[in-house]
Nanobody
Framework: QVQLVESGGGLVQTGGSLRLSCAAS????????MAWFRQAPGKEREFVAT????????VYADSVKGRFTISRDNAKNTVYLQMNSLKPEDTAVYYC??????????????WGQGTQVTVSS
């Protein structure tokens, strides 16, 4: 079993920045892609960003492109999400996921418990 633990969420003003971290532990499977999703109250979980094992390929949702950056440190089994120029509409619970081609929740084999991000206007 793989455990994913997110951290780094919090309350920030519009235009501010946060850096989320997701640490993986337990039985790891071979070279997982990693991703971030988010879910706002009353809405479905949506894709934010994904990164391949090597870090050589990343994909972003249009809503965060140019503002968020996903990265990973395989030596630390950790993936990051740097979020800049935050907007109130970025407010959500952010979830880390691991799997293959994780651009949709169906492709996620493992999930973290989530971390709350709140952007005040």
């Amino acid at each position: 079993q793989v455990q994913l633990v997110e951290s780094g969420g919090g309350l920030v003003q519009t235009g501010g920045s946060l850096r989320l971290s997701c640490a993986a532990s337990g039985r790891t499977f071979s070279r997982p892609d990693m991703a971030w999703f988010r879910q706002a109250p009353g809405k479905e979980r949506e894709f934010v960003a994904t990164i391949t094992w090597s870090g050589g390929s990343t994909v972003y949702a249009d809503s965060v492109k140019g503002r968020f950056t996903i990265s990973r440190d395989n030596a630390k089994n950790t993936v990051y999400l740097q979020m800049n120029s935050l907007k109130p509409e970025d407010t959500a619970v952010y979830y880390c996921a691991a799997g293959r081609m994780v651009v949709t929740p169906i492709n996620a084999a493992y999930w973290g418990q989530g971390t709350q991000v709140t952007v005040s206007s």
